[in-house]
């Protein structure tokens, strides 16, 4: 069998050098992926819808939020009647949920014991 050679302090500082390059490397093309992936999420989502639409004879009424509108719709049918609907959309308030603690029972006791932590 023949021995392996003996690597050089040149051979090993070169190693060395390679190793930090790919981890450095690593790392960037790391921060790069999470950069490009959130950006990607953020793009694509779109959010929640912030107002509510209320149809009243084919009109649509449409409320944003701390905002109120009204819409008036005319239509004649066809025996010669006209009807007016008018809508009127105003947000609430809705009261923010509490937050209880939970309840903790601590109990105590005494008295030898051991503790081991598996080792040998």
């Known amino acids: 069998m023949n021995a392996a050679n003996r690597s050089t302090p040149a051979d090993r500082n070169r ?3 390679r190793l930090r390059a790919l981890t450095i490397g690593t790392t960037i093309a790391g921060v790069a992926a999470v950069g490009a992936f959130g950006t990607l999420a953020a793009v694509s989502y779109s959010g929640h819808a912030t107002g509510a ?16 509108s009204s819409s008036t719709s005319s239509s004649s049918n066809s025996s010669g ?17 509490t937050i209880q603690p939970a309840t903790t029972t601590i109990t105590t006791t005494t008295g030898g ?6 080792g040998s």
């Open 113 to 118: 014991g051991q503790v081991s932590s598996g």
């Open 53 to 68: 639409t209320a149809d009243v004879d084919g009109s649509t009424t449409s409320v944003s939020s701390g905002t109120s």
């Open 15 to 17: 190693a060395v050098a």
């Open 81 to 97: 009647a006209s009807t007016t609907a008018t809508a009127t959309a105003t947000p609430t308030a809705t009261a923010a949920p």
